[in-house]
């Protein structure tokens, strides 16, 4: 048998705990999962392990389809070759599951939004950071204007490249072609949300003002 580590371990001691109560109490919903899932609200958030959507949320299985990346980013329609994977899940969302919302998340303290911001990983092989500096060069167009007003350190500065991550994913959500159709008609409602880590409160996305107010 593959010897555990403690980290593992850990883990499996909280499944023991899903089966023994989660699971247990949840029977119904789990047996009527099995037939398939119908969330009505996407929710593309941050990697980040401190920023869960579904604790955020207090939901249960089946509820919200989420995906997860590095600064909670989505890239513009692209017709180009390869592994496109906000792409086919926003697709898969809107088309398969006829979700009615998309929620764009970002959070505080966001590792990727101030590489971002400093440029720290720029040059950086592939593998050695070079992959996370091609994701986050998304930002750049909206960089110099953070760095002309905050500099490239300090909160002001970190907070308002996150701020500004959420609406370039919202502005390159409605590249694609399905939300160009789905949004106009009301079928498809775009939110953009900020989670501020150190005070545990949600800020949600006035796009007319430009403005994140408190939930």
Request: hydrophobic share 40%; net charge negative; aromatic share 8%.
């Amino acid at each position: 048998m593959t010897k555990l580590t403690p980290d593992f371990a850990a883990l499996l001691d909280g499944y023991t705990r899903f089966r023994q109560n989660g699971y247990v109490e949840s029977r119904e919903r789990w047996e009527a999962l099995r037939e398939g899932q119908e969330p009505k609200v996407m929710i593309i958030a941050c990697s980040d392990s401190r920023v869960d959507p579904t604790q955020i949320f207090d939901v249960s299985p089946g509820e919200i389809f989420v995906v997860r990346n590095v600064a909670a980013l989505v890239p513009p329609f692209e017709t180009t070759p390869g592994q496109h994977g906000v792409s086919a899940a926003l697709e898969f969302a809107v088309q398969f599951l006829k979700v009615t919302e998309v929620l764009v998340m970002g959070h505080g303290m966001c590792g990727g939004c101030n590489a971002a911001l400093t440029q720290a990983l720029h040059g950086n092989r592939l593998g050695e950071g070079g992959f996370v500096a091609s994701w986050i060069s998304m930002l750049d167009p909206v960089r110099d204007s953070i760095v002309a007003e905050h500099g490239t350190s300090g909160r002001h500065a970190e907070r308002a490249m996150e701020h500004e991550a959420v609406k370039v994913s919202l502005a390159n959500l409605r590249t694609f072609p399905c939300v160009q159709e789905k949004e106009p008609t009301g079928e498809l409602t775009l939110r953009g949300a900020y989670f501020s880590i150190n005070e545990g409160v949600l800020h949600l996305l006035d796009e007319a003002e430009g403005k994140f107010k408190p939930a």
